[in-house]
């Protein structure tokens, strides 16, 4: 898997791609740890490049939105490949995470709250 990071003022973009299962957890764990220990209180990962995600891949983003909310932010999931929609949609976890068609849209929200 393949993790690149960018910084905006207030927002932190992290898009993914390739396999997010159990072999790459360790590298998006890391990073979402340092982005909540840098205190990026609004993150949005970005999808489009996932090729598969495994229940630990959507564990590593359940948890990470979990303690980011704790923290007093947020996460939003943008631009995310068919195999996510077809995941979070069989696991009903659509409903939980606020999904944006692109990482502008997801931004913006951001900016509008």
């Known amino acids: 898997m393949e993790i690149i990071e ?3 003022s207030e927002s932190t973009v992290v898009r993914l791609r ?3 299962d159990l072999q790459s957890f360790p590298a998006l764990k890391e990073v979402l740890n340092r982005i909540l220990s840098e205190e990026c209180r609004r993150v949005v990962v970005n999808l489009q490049g996932v090729i598969l995600i495994s229940s630990t891949g959507i564990g590593a ?3 990470f939105k979990r303690d980011l909310e ?3 932010g947020a996460l939003a999931l943008a631009s995310l ?3 996510c929609v077809r995941v979070l ?3 009903r976890l ?3 995470f606020d999904i944006y068609e692109s990482e502008q849209d ?3 929200a951001f900016d509008s709250v």
């Open 81 to 83: 490949s068919p195999i």
């Open 70 to 72: 704790q923290a007093g």
């Open 94 to 96: 659509d409903d939980i």
């Open 89 to 91: 949609d069989l696991l």
């Open 61 to 63: 983003l359940v948890g």
């Open 6 to 8: 960018e910084r905006f």
């Open 106 to 108: 997801a931004l913006a």
């Open 18 to 20: 390739g396999d997010v």
